[in-house]
């Protein structure tokens, strides 16, 4: 059919050896002080890049935070007209964000980066958190502190396609894989992991032939 969507399937390997090839760059680069995952799509990344981080660099209490932004799945209280076309905020960082993330350098992680909307959504209100917080702080403080606290960005997968939202220029960004658009199976949407994993070894078999 014309209409049907391609998909692709990843397995949890393709994911770990993704990140294993980026960490060395995001560690001599950023070198994170505070992984900030979105749900749900980002806690495996991070816990993985976690252990590649501490392995690679000095940094041994590296830590994850965790956000939960919906896109495309319904949530309680969200309406038909919001799924897709608005981020709705089920989970954050709590009353004390700003102070966990000021001076800090802060990476970001999901798995794809589809729209970019749910990127450009964390990013602007974590920036609101730090803002919020400086103002509870000595003026003479603040643009230390301001200039201190930076943000990245790390995606598995970036999908080659025109974005409905923009990052800041000066935000650090890094991706384990540009990837056309086609529908991503991620292994922890899968209830049988076995079958995913044999569907994914088609995939990847059609992708070398191609």
């Not at 799945?73 to 009353?95: F, K």
């Amino acid at each position: 059919m014309a209409n049907e969507v391609e998909h692709f399937h990843v397995t949890y390997n393709d994911i770990h050896n993704l990140i294993r090839k980026c960490t060395p760059k995001i560690g001599a680069e950023f070198n994170p002080d505070l992984l900030v995952a979105i749900g749900g799509g980002g806690f495996f990344p991070a816990r993985v890049m976690r252990t590649f981080l501490r392995g690679s660099t000095e940094n041994k209490t590296l830590q994850i935070q965790a956000i939960g932004l919906s896109l495309y799945e319904p949530v309680e209280g969200a309406t038909e007209e919001q799924i897709g076309q608005e981020v709705i905020r089920t989970q954050w960082l709590g009353a004390d964000a700003g102070k966990m993330l000021v001076g800090k350098r802060v990476l970001i992680v999901d798995e794809v980066d589809d729209t970019r909307k749910t990127l450009h959504y964390a990013l602007s209100e974590l920036k609101k958190d730090v803002e919020a917080e400086l103002l509870t702080r000595p003026e003479s403080e603040r643009d230390t502190l301001r200039a201190a606290t930076k943000f990245g960005i790390f995606v598995v997968h970036n999908k080659k396609k025109p974005k409905l939202a923009e990052l800041p220029k000066d935000t650090p960004y890094y991706a384990g894989e540009d990837v056309d658009d086609v529908w991503l199976d991620y292994p922890w949407e899968s209830t049988n992991i076995e079958e995913h994993d044999k569907l994914a070894a088609l995939d990847h078999s059609k992708k070398t032939v191609s």
